[in-house]
């Protein structure tokens, strides 16, 4: 009977893969300044980091990472039966098991996640747009989606953490007068 894998051994194997294929926190966190600066006055990019970490530790988003990545790697060597070799070795237009999967992902960080991964996975920016273009050696037909995952997760997590943040600060400081005028 095989044993079962720890968590920590999990995570550090995807954190592997992605600087294995060239992707920083980092990077994915750059995407996420720029989907939330534009709401967040006081974000910085270490706001952006954390909630790209805090990510990257869900078991849903390593598990995807794992599986699409070997599945590119597989596709680079040429291991894949035909037709899915061709399909994914091209990124077929209408093959969308690569985005089914990074969509499976980014569920559990509700509908600002969903509707930031439609708009990451139809602009294609930052890393993405690397890892889309094709340009060099290396195929990315899974890796692209599973960035805009985490990006897209990260920046719903940041978001509702920011407005937790804002409603704390307004509680204080209601309390705060509340003491004062009582």
């Given at each position: 009977m095989k044993k079962r894998i720890h968590s920590r051994e999990v995570e550090a194997a995807a954190r592997a893969l992605?600087?294995?294929?060239?992707?920083?926190?980092?990077?994915?966190?750059?995407?996420?300044?720029?989907?939330?600066?534009?709401?967040?006055?006081?974000?910085?990019?270490?706001?952006?980091?954390?909630?790209?970490?805090?990510?990257?530790?869900?078991?849903?988003?390593?598990?995807?990472?794992?599986?699409?990545?070997?599945?590119?790697?597989?596709?680079?060597?040429?291991?894949?039966?035909?037709?899915?070799?061709?399909?994914?070795?091209?990124?077929?237009?209408?093959?969308?098991?690569?985005?089914?999967?990074?969509?499976?992902?980014?569920?559990?960080?509700?509908?600002?996640a969903v509707t930031t991964f439609g708009h990451l996975d139809k602009k294609k920016v930052g890393i993405i747009e690397k890892l889309d273009t094709k340009v060099g050696d290396g195929i990315h037909t899974f890796l692209d989606d599973l960035i805009a995952t985490i990006a897209a997760n990260a920046s719903s997590r940041l978001a509702h953490r920011m407005r937790d943040l804002e409603e704390e600060r307004n509680d204080s400081l209601q309390n705060e007068e509340d003491r004062q005028t009582g």
């Open positions: 992605l600087e294995e294929r060239g992707v920083t926190i980092s990077d994915i966190a750059d995407i996420v300044y720029m989907m939330q600066a534009p709401y967040v006055d006081e974000l910085g990019m270490d706001d952006c980091i954390d909630s790209v970490e805090a990510v990257l530790e869900k078991r849903e988003i390593q598990h995807a990472l794992l599986v699409g990545i070997e599945l590119d790697k597989l596709a680079e060597q040429n291991k894949l039966s035909e037709p899915l070799q061709s399909i994914v070795e091209m990124d077929e237009g209408l093959f969308g098991v690569d985005e089914t999967i990074a969509l499976g992902a980014v569920f559990g960080y509700g509908s600002i």
